[in-house]
């Protein structure tokens, strides 16, 4: 794989590669991969750690799917409903909810984004290690 500048066009180019891994590395690939995302998930907890719902509800994910393929990091709708507004999900810096107990009241609150900035800070480092780790699964495995 050629060395893009851009990241998003480097993380598209691996997306697009883990698509064609072989059954037999996936399988040894899938635990470098996450490891190589741990610090994105733990950098997006710490940030949300004024929450103690939204932390517990981000988990990581690698799939090797050819339509979908990649590593993603989700906040589970169930244990943390708040999770969307608050990372502000629509793009506006406020969103608006009933106070509790009034549904006649409605106030706006800010939102308190944690894992688009937990995912920019640790972009690049996540790139290179998932690189680096599909290359080493790829020569273990008698690739060159």
């Given at each position: ?13 691996l997306a697009k590669d883990l698509g ?125």
């Open positions: 794989m050629a060395e893009p500048t851009d990241p998003s066009q480097a993380i598209a180019e064609k891994i072989p059954p037999e590395l996936r399988k040894a690939m899938r635990p470098a991969l996450k490891a190589a995302a741990e610090p994105i998930v733990q950098d997006a907890k710490g940030r949300a750690s004024w929450s103690t719902r939204i932390p517990r509800a981000i988990s990581l994910s690698v799939r090797f799917g050819k339509r979908d393929p990649g590593v993603s990091i989700r906040v589970r709708r169930g244990a943390a409903p708040h999770g969307r507004p608050y990372e502000g999900i629509t793009g506006a810096s406020t969103f608006r909810h009933p106070v509790f107990g009034h549904r006649d009241r409605w106030v706006s609150q800010e939102t308190r984004p944690y894992l688009a900035p937990a995912a920019e800070a640790g972009m690049e480092g996540a790139l290179a290690a998932s690189v680096e780790a599909v290359d080493q699964v790829a020569r273990e495995q008698g690739f060159r």
